[in-house]
């Protein structure tokens, strides 16, 4: 170095100086617990606890049943004296109090906070201080799943707030407690092959041409080594450019490293302590501090994490109760809705279950059809189910409840703890109530053997079953009940969910089923609001309004707000309808914040009259000619003299009289009558031909997104139903390779040549709410491509081809929908299919390659990239599915539930829940941002290969919201083993069945 700055000695010895003064040592295995502040005089953070979780008692409880009787008061008191005495004794009454104060901030500036999240709603200290909504005590909650005295660990009590004003929350923490002692948590994202080879080439000043030559033979999901041994391509251009290959080399060497920072979702770390005594900070990017370790890393050096979660129902409750309040002057309060309530219920066992926080998924409205629920208790079981695992059990438990087969208990004395759940061991809480009845362990005992158990390790077993078996004798029970009980927990104990969590998101749900129940139009109005920016669920949010005959109106520029809005019912609505829902200015493209903010400031004081008041009212700077026509072709001038053509046709000289009209008026030119100004010219509207209902549809699908004032496939709608044909958007839920009937729109078609000469096509078909790529091979395209044209309406028969989340359709027949034989085809079709079981594809199998691997074709090029072959970086092209289908509608499932074994299935009904579940299932794998690796990934990929099966698998990459399809050599076969070995991979709940 000296001979490197020869001419900076000084430097050097400063640098050494430095270096010398460093003694930095880091302690692991201790707890850097946060404290708060202020405490009143004369009282530790423990009795500060104490008081307010007395006072909380019974202002909770005060007036209830167990409040007035002595022996539940008694109980209360004890388990509250019991909670605080472990939290004393753990050194968390900081921490409490921590939490209680930054949700009583929330509380008390209106923002909206869930009723619990994970374990932490078993404490009836955190119920007592409002902490979290869900009684322990009622719904048999265990406080030592939360905290177990028995085995010190670090509190975790994660908070979901309203995703929209959660920051406020994190910032009144950092005011708190200052900035120095708070921080939000980084996040590394790593350098992919694809980004690392266009990085090192930017540096290395290699053309774009060659680097990008190069990146685009790159597999979006496999490493720069595994390309290059499957790619000659690459491999060949690196051997013949020597630059190539040296900037692969780097590349290679870089792939993998850490290539930005962000911010982590939800959490944030509190410190007694300036934090720099502990981590390195820097600036976040909304200002505050970020520390720059990771989570991990703080967990490692003791720092607490505290998660401040948003969570978008939330806010969507909150939208929809100020509505309500605002549209019927009633208040209501979710924390005492009737939990029996009928209404909700009834709609819950239609599956109506659009928007229903939990149960919007198409499996589970069909699984709500099934069990028709009457109790909350259902939907507490119903959330804890609907997992890898469990969820096979849902047609067992379905079938217990409506007694249809008998219930079955490992032991009689066992059926208190069960009898809600029908035999089945759904929660972990019941697994340690079985210990502690059976075995006598306490609680605390009992969840160190469930987390013993789960592991799965042959040693543990032996162990906890020898453990078992002795307590289970000196309780009087058998040594062989007790194997048989000690069996089943082993086989359960990896399936068992947190009853607590269970529960607390039940409420959400039943929460989020109420009021669409009692008050459709504000909650609907209130969801599409939530995603206004997904124009996929806005579609179907739509639609679903439409279904449950609520207007949904055109934007209106005296009426729309920026947001979607509820609005009483209109006489343009007509008489059967439940309310209606106007579209926001915001929904409409072209137009921006500052337009809508001019709309709305100057229609405060008088409505716009027509086209000419609006031009000369508005500033015509920001509310220019294209956010004008923008406004017409979408509908939102509806309300004005003239129709749309001749509105467009008017426009340009209406702006400019406009103009010159306010140059006069600035110019004191005006004529006065009194103290009015009167216009004393106008413009004629000329006689244009208005548009034809198509034009004016297309319009409102290019400026909305979607169809508003109706759709082509609407007089069809009862065909439709008759034939009982899938949805586009509910494709994604079928099985691969299975077949459905369908009907859209065609948008747009293309046709190629394959390298036989002959021609196929690639169809875009549309429906109220998605859109599918259909593919109609040689055979298929002979026989109906004369049928093809833009705009027509089609029933498709096909084959469901799943690819990365994207649906394909691989035709088999096509008829015209709006010819009169179209029934018939759909009948005969289906008569076919019943005569030949597995029906022929007329495709040949490297067609069928092509088209699973192919991302879009073009008329000059049909080859398609190779499918996914292993689990890898990240796909290159594909897009997460943000919604659930539900089955197709039928005449027959609208009739009363009928006993199975009366119940004859008719020709065209649905298979079975029980048989149906399998084929439709897929295994969702989530890989997060810490864990985007080359050596986690391929463990993964090891690990799939030792489980095949039938099931596919999906990995869902969390940093960049994409997902993977991989090919059929990585499906597999579920199982607790092969759960628990993926999330002792990847991190906990990183894999589900869907």
Request: with cysteine; net charge negative.
């Amino acid at each position: 170095m000296r001979a490197l700055f020869a001419h900076r000695q000084d430097a050097l010895d400063n640098t050494l100086k430095v270096a010398e003064l460093c003694n930095l040592e880091l302690e692991f295995g201790r707890s850097i617990l946060p404290q708060f502040r202020p405490i009143p005089d004369g009282l530790t953070a423990g009795e500060y606890l104490d008081a307010l979780c007395r006072e909380g008692l019974e202002r909770r409880y005060a007036g209830t049943p167990r409040w007035e009787d002595v022996e539940g008061r008694q109980a209360l008191t004890e388990r509250l004296e019991y909670e605080l005495g472990v939290i004393g004794t753990m050194g968390y009454s900081d921490y409490f109090l921590i939490v209680w104060d930054f949700i009583r901030f929330a509380h008390e500036q209106g923002i909206a906070t869930g009723p619990g999240r994970g374990s932490s709603a078993g404490s009836l200290v955190a119920y007592v201080l409002e902490i979290t909504d869900v009684d322990p005590i009622h719904y048999g909650l265990l406080f030592e799943r939360f905290l177990n005295p028995e085995r010190v660990s670090m509190p975790d009590i994660d908070i979901d707030f309203d995703d929209e004003r959660r920051d406020e929350v994190i910032r009144y923490v950092m005011h708190k407690y200052g900035e120095d002692h708070v921080a939000q948590i980084i996040t590394f994202g790593t350098m992919a092959a694809r980004a690392a080879v266009r990085d090192v080439g930017r540096v290395m000043n290699v053309p774009y041409n060659e680097v990008d030559r190069a990146a685009k033979m790159i597999s979006g999901h496999l490493t720069l080594p595994e390309t290059l041994a499957e790619n000659k391509e690459l491999a060949a251009l690196a051997d013949k450019f020597p630059r190539t290959k040296e900037m692969l080399q780097m590349a290679m060497r870089v792939e993998g490293f850490p290539r930005h920072v962000s911010t982590h979702a939800a959490g944030v770390v509190i410190s007694r302590e300036p934090l720099t005594r502990y981590v390195p900070l820097q600036a976040g990017a909304e200002g505050g501090a970020l520390t720059q370790y990771s989570m991990e890393n703080l967990e490692s050096i003791g720092l607490l994490k505290m998660d401040f979660l948003g969570l978008r129902t939330l806010s969507i409750l909150g939208r929809t109760l100020r509505w309500i309040e605002e549209s019927t002057g009633e208040r209501v309060d979710l924390r005492r809705l009737p939990l029996d309530d009928p209404l909700t219920y009834e709609m819950l066992c239609r599956g109506e279950t659009a928007g229903i926080f939990q149960f919007d998924a198409a499996y589970m409205r069909r699984v709500l059809k099934e069990l028709q629920p009457s109790q909350f208790e259902d939907m507490i079981s119903l959330n804890a189910l609907n997992r890898p695992g469990p969820i096979e059990f849902i047609p067992k438990y379905i079938a217990a409840k409506h007694g249809e087969i008998a219930v079955e208990y490992p032991h009689p004395v066992l059926e208190p703890i069960l009898r809600d759940t029908y035999g089945i061991i759904v929660y972990q809480e019941q697994i340690m109530q079985i210990a502690a009845l059976m075995a006598g362990f306490s609680l605390g005992e009992a969840d160190l053997l469930r987390r013993a158990v789960s592991k799965k390790k042959r040693e543990v077993l032996d162990e906890e079953r020898a453990h078992f078996v002795r307590g289970s004798l000196k309780q009087g029970y058998g040594e062989a009940d007790a194997n048989k009980v000690y069996d089943m927990i082993v086989r359960f104990a990896d399936y068992g969910f947190p009853r607590a969590h269970a529960t607390a998101y039940a409420l959400v749900a039943f929460q989020t089923a109420y009021l669409k129940a009692h008050y459709p139009m504000e909650f609907m109005a209130a969801m599409l609001t939530a995603w206004m920016g997904s124009q996929r669920k806005t579609a179907e949010y739509v639609d679903e309004c439409r279904h449950m005959k609520i207007a949904v109106l055109p934007p209106d520029v005296n009426e729309s707000g920026v947001a979607f809005t509820p609005v009483r019912a209109r006489e343009e609505t007509g008489d059967d309808v439940a309310g209606a829902i106007r579209f926001g200015l915001a929904a409409i493209k072209n137009v921006g914040t500052q337009a809508i903010e001019a709309i709305m400031r100057e229609r405060e004081g008088k409505p716009f009259a027509d086209l000419a008041d609006f031009c000369r009212r508005v500033d015509l700077r920001v509310c220019n000619k294209r956010v004008i026509e923008s406004l017409i072709m979408g509908g939102a001038m509806d309300a004005f003299p003239g129709h749309r053509a001749q509105l467009l046709a008017v426009l340009e000289r209406q702006i400019e009289s406009a103009l010159k009209w306010r140059k006069e008026r600035e110019d004191l030119q005006l004529h006065l009558f009194g103290f009015t100004e009167e216009v004393n010219w106008t413009i004629e509207y000329p006689e244009v031909t208005p548009f034809t209902r198509m034009q004016q549809l297309t319009m409102e699908r290019e400026l909305l997104g979607m169809f508003i004032s109706g759709h082509p496939l609407d007089e069809y709608e009862g065909l439709l139903q008759e034939l009982g044909t899938e949805p586009l958007h509910q494709l994604a839920e079928a099985a691969d390779n299975s077949e459905v009937v369908t009907a859209g729109m065609v948008v747009s078609f293309k046709t190629f040549l394959t390298k036989k000469g002959q021609t196929m096509a690639y169809v875009e078909l549309e429906d109220r709410v998605d859109k599918v790529e259909v593919v109609m091979f040689p055979d298929c395209w002979k026989q109906y491509g004369s049928m093809v044209a833009k705009e027509r309406l089609l029933l498709v028969q096909g084959r469901i081809q799943q690819q990365d989340e994207a649906v394909k359709l691989l035709a088999g027949r096509v008829a015209p929908l709006d010819e009169p034989g179209a029934r018939e085809a759909v009948l005969h079709w289906r008569r076919s299919a019943r005569r030949e079981p597995v029906q022929r594809n007329t495709a040949s199998p490297s067609q069928n390659a092509a088209v699973r691997a192919s991302a879009s074709p073009t008329a000059s090029n049909a080859t398609a990239r190779p499918a996914a072959t292993a689990p890898g970086r990240r796909p290159a092209e594909s897009s997460p599915r943000d919604t659930d289908a539900a089955t197709s509608a039928s005449a027959a499932a609208a009739k009363p539930r009928q006993p199975r074994e009366a119940a004859a299935p008719a020709p065209q009904a649905e298979p079975r829940l029980a048989a149906a579940s399998a084929s439709r299932q897929r295994v969702f794998v989530k890989i997060g941002a810490a864990r985007e690796n080359e050596q986690a990934l391929s463990s993964l990929q090891q690990l799939l290969k030792q489980h095949p099966g039938a099931l596919d698998v999906i990995l869902f990459y969390e940093r960049d919201q994409r997902t993977l399809r991989l090919s059929d050599q990585y499906r597999i076969k579920p199982s607790p083993q092969l759960f628990q070995d993926i999330e002792t991979l990847l991190g906990p709940q990183t894999v589900r069945v869907k």
